[in-house]
């Protein structure tokens, strides 16, 4: 076989978000490529403590959490993190208090909700995650622990675009999911998935070109130029699927299946 791993996005590419659904076919794909000796991968903006219902139904050789800042290998143990340096989330914290912005912060193996609860708490019923969920009224547990991402969800964007061009250690990637407003993704400038699967790739001795990825998101679109062959999801952005090698079928529409058995029949 050509390639040796592959990495799934979850949230709309492998995981059917609003409804909790993961395709029979997609589960049977992913055992296809397991039994024929690929290395399997989730790269995902999800924190480990928010994969339950997904892991409930898959492994992964390796896991690329929180969009490439907590990365671990088969046995969740912790190959690298990266977290927010503390002065810059506290300026971050105070933006969202300031602006009245939905807030919740990844801490690895715990996620807060810290202020606009039902907005957040909305947003993280949609992505079935209620039970992975605290609240912090203090506002005070990143001051005593490292959080790798924030999450923020807003109608009125230009204070935190202000604030991104402040802070240059920080980016943003918008988040592909449904919301009464705009959902992002705030993490270090060096953090995304593709950093991420490099160092899973240096771990295992291959390179990009040993490399197939699927996503749908803006903060999937690095690991879908940079590997050998991306595979955009049918419901991406036409912005998205111009970084990727072609598009498949969405994800209720057996979107992985159809492009595997594809890319398969090529390998053979």
Known sequence: MKHKIVFFDMDGTLYQTENDVIQDSTIAAIQNLKEAGYIVAAATGRPLNQMKLILQRLDFDYYVLINGGYILDHDFNMISASPIKHDTLESLVKLAQDQEYGLMLHFGDATYIYNN???????SKYCNVLDSLFYDPTQSFHKRHDAYNAVI??????????FMEDHEDLRSDLINVKTNGFCYDIFNVENDKAHGIEMILEREGLTWD???????????TKMLEKADIGVAMGS????????????????????????LKKIMADED
Request: hydrophobic fraction near 35%; charge should be negative; charged fraction near 15%.
């Open 236 to 259: 991406a952005s036409d912005y998205v699927k111009s970084f990727a090698n072609f598009s498949t079928t969405d994800i209720q529409n057996h979107g992985i299946y159809n492009a």
């Open 117 to 123: 609860f039902y907005p957040m708490y909305d947003f």
């Open 153 to 162: 969800l807003t109608k009125n964007v230009q204070p935190l675009q202000d």
């Open 210 to 220: 040993d490399v197939i990825a699927f996503g749908d998101s803006t903060n999937d």
